[in-house]
């Protein structure tokens, strides 16, 4: 009998790098899946987590078809029974309490999608919530505030421009282990090896030796929370020795006194005892930031998951505009996606357009923090939450508080969840619809594209067909229109066909659109070969920056053009983007925007406290994982042990506790018992757990994650600790006490 092989190429959707798969399939199974050694931008790279692809497709635990709770029992039912059963618990609670009473948690994988960043929303009015959650409050959300404030727009992330750069500084990061995070790049192990073949030099700053910071030129071990102290300092330095000399953007900043008058109470003296670092130390990297040809300041989630988040996240963007380093090749830059659209003025960026409604948490970027979601659960009152929508997240593993908002959940009226596991936060759905496997679906990265340290476009077919598993954008196109009225019958392909003939119209009518003025049926006839975001797609691609404009220009992009080139196009290095890309109410870039100088202010005064004695606690990851999400493969857990914690010799023996005994860690939010592994990989007075575990609870269908369930170490997180400006909760510099079980 003959078998049939195929060779397929696609863009691997487990984390934020993007890299290309070279993936063979024989008789409709995968049998290889490796690095394409012709992608444009990965050329080859793979970490371990891009080969399991189908091992996650093949997992037995994975959901196929729609399951429902009956009682004490789950059971698999028909896509129409499982719709008609969430018509059926949803909408009562909209039409008798009101769209709020329905809050909606969206996870990090979403990003990882095409339905999520297209389809989301449209569910969202749909339902007509102001109680909406996210996993960017507990990661990224200072950034979008900083930018907001300085650029005008919360998306408006530069990246630095790791490939030209002469000397990176880092802080809070570590891409060797999570493969780059609001900077998306493959091979970091490879880029930061040609900076310093270059001549380039890597400074990392953190409070445990990473695998980042081993490959260092220099590591800086740092308090845990103290980053915009030390980030404070080097402004000071920069105005104090007339280092600073932002260039060609200096007529275009305001607010650069300001920020010089405010910083001369950061200087290295006043800091380096909060912070853990010489004085010394941070006037020579100042010194040395500006010297350098080309420089940029890199911070990461370390940096946003503390107290002053947005404060540091702020002061990133400071030094790198201080140095001449913003919008400058080799600095910190502004991609320029495929499906990207012209900035446009409009209402400057403000936050706290409402509140939530029990500790009146103000609003960022249309959500609210998720650390207070049990609170809108549990608390009586108009408005309180009594149904959730959760879309591909595991918010009692990954947001503060755990145990709280396990125990809130139970006590909802109604609760669905789109994914594809029966997990610790899904085992408390109604109804679980599950998406099918990313091998059975297209994909393009709409979210990481606008983060790369590249122009980059790359699309992905389908490389295994789907067997009675439903689209996720017809999932989501149905719940939204339960939500709104038509009901569970109505058909969501006419629904997405009115979507895109609608965007179709607006840009004809648009003077600024590529496409005004042309006839809607030809622009819908070109797209109506393809359906759902594959169209939407096609239709940004051709309008976008470097797009065809529907046969004006043969060689601009199109669906049709990504699928010809396999292997990506490249669209070149990043290019200066300013001032084109500012959208603030004056047009230029505000340096010190009122909220941020507030906050600032707020800081300085804790140089007069004495810091907190005792343990910090903080969190890390491995390459084998993606917080809690990828721990039901065999192949990725398998060996070692990895949910452990880290702790200094001096602090173990203060403890009491040896190497690879057990210890109680343990504060007023919570404790967990863990395996201990005693190490000079970590400063004194800090230990190390990493986040993301924490199977063992009752109710999951996780076989090989509840054999190696490790610690959920978000039950020792408080959801009364955030950066006040963005929300985001501090999950960073924990207070614990350690000691011998």
């Known amino acids: 009998m003959s078998q049939t092989t195929t060779t397929t190429f696609r863009t691997c959707p487990l984390c934020e790098a993007t890299c290309g798969l070279e993936v063979t399939v024989r008789d409709g199974a995968v049998t290889r899946i490796r690095g394409d050694r012709e992608d444009v931008f990965s050329g080859g790279f793979i970490c371990p987590k891009g080969s399991t692809l189908r091992q996650l497709h093949d997992d037995p635990d994975r959901l196929r078809a729609p399951v429902i709770r009956r009682g004490d029992r789950r059971e698999q039912v028909s896509w129409e029974e499982a719709f008609r059963m969430v018509e059926a618990g949803l909408r009562p609670v909209i039409e008798q309490q009101g769209g709020d009473a329905v809050a909606a948690y969206l996870g990090n994988p979403n ?51 790791i490939d030209r750069t002469g000397y990176l500084l880092m802080l809070g990061a570590n891409p060797l282990v999570s493969n780059g995070s609001l900077a998306t790049a493959p091979d970091w192990p490879g880029r930061i090896k040609a900076l310093q073949e270059r001549g380039g030099k890597l400074v990392v700053v953190d409070p445990r030796r990473s695998r980042t910071a081993r490959v260092a030129d220099e590591h800086l071990f740092i308090r845990p929370g103290t980053d915009a102290l030390l980030l404070f300092a080097i402004v000071a330095v920069l105005f104090e020795e007339d280092l600073a000399s932002p260039g060609r ?33 941070i006037r020579r990297i100042a010194r040395e930031l ?60 403000r936050t706290g357009r409402w509140t939530s409604r029990v500790k009146g948490f103000p609003e960022v970027r249309g959500e609210l923090p998720v650390a207070t979601l049990a609170d809108e659960i549990e608390t009586p009152g108009d408005g309180r939450v009594r149904a959730l929508v959760t879309v591909a997240g595991n ?16 006590s909802l009226d109604f609760m669905v969840s789109v994914d594809c596991y029966i997990n610790e936060t899904t085992r408390h759905a109604d109804v679980i619809l599950p998406p099918p496997s990313p091998l059975s679906r297209s994909h393009y990265d709409f979210t990481f594209s606008t983060l790369s340290v590249r122009n980059i476009a790359n699309f992905s077919p389908p490389t295994l067909d789907r067997t009675g598993e439903m689209e996720e954008w017809e999932i989501l196109t149905r719940l939204a229109l339960i939500a709104s009225g038509p009901g569970a019958e109505a058909d969501p392909a006419l629904a997405d066909a009115w979507g895109i003939a609608s965007t179709v119209n607006q840009a004809i009518n648009d003077p600024d659109s590529p496409i005004s003025g042309r006839d809607p049926e030809e622009i819908l006839g070109h797209l109506n070969q393809y359906r759902g975001p594959v169209r939407i797609l096609d239709f940004l691609l051709r309008t976008g920056p470097y797009g065809d404009r529907f046969g004006e220009d043969p060689d601009g992009l199109s669906v049709a053009k990504l699928i010809e080139h396999p292997h990506g196009i490249d669209l070149g290095p990043l290019q200066p983007r300013l001032p084109e890309l500012l959208t603030t109410a004056s047009g230029k870039i505000e340096l010190a925007p009122a909220p941020i100088m507030e906050e600032a202010a707020r800081l300085a005064t804790t140089l007069d406290h004495a810091p907190v004695n005792g343990l910090l606690l903080v969190g890390r990851r491995h390459l084998r994982s993606n ?18 914690l880290q702790m200094h010799p001096d602090d173990a023996q203060a403890a009491d506790v040896g190497d690879g005994e057990e210890a109680k860690v343990a504060n007023s939010t919570g404790a967990v018992t863990v395996r201990v592994v005693v190490t000079d990989d970590i400063m004194p007075g800090v230990v190390s757990l990493p986040h993301g575990w924490g199977h063992d609870v009752p109710g999951t269908q996780l076989g090989v994650a509840a054999r190696r369930p490790g610690v959920n170490s978000n039950l020792l997180t408080s959801g009364r600790s955030l950066d006040t400006l963005s929300g985001n909760a501090v999950l960073n510099g924990i207070p614990v006490v350690v000691s011998r079980v």
């Open 249 to 281: 953007l200096s007529d275009l900043t305001n607010g650069i006194a300001e920020v010089a008058s405010l910083a001369v109470r950061f200087s290295p003296e006043a800091v380096a005892g909060r912070c853990g670092v010489p004085a010394e130390t």
């Open 627 to 644: 917080n809690s999400w990828m721990h039901n493969l065999e192949v990725l857990v398998k060996g070692k042990e990895r949910c452990t």
């Open 395 to 410: 918010p009692v593993l990954s947001t503060p508080d755990g145990a709280h908002l396990d125990r809130a959940l139970a």
């Open 290 to 349: 500006a010297a350098a040809p080309t420089g940029v300041v890199y911070g990461r989630i370390g940096t946003h998951t503390v107290e002053f988040g947005t404060v540091a996240s702020w002061l990133v963007d400071v030094i790198n505009l201080l140095i001449g380093g913003l919008d400058a090749p080799g600095g910190a830059m502004f991609p320029l996606a495929a499906h990207a659209r012209p900035p446009r003025p409009g209402r400057p960026f």
């Open 111 to 161: 990003s990882h999608t095409m339905a999520g960043p297209l389809y989301l929303k449209p569910l969202l009015k749909a339902i007509g919530t102001k109680n909406i959650f996210s996993a960017t409050t507990v990661d990224q959300m200072p950034k979008h505030v900083s930018s907001g404030l300085m650029f005008g727009h919360p998306d408006s992330i530069p990246v630095p421009d």
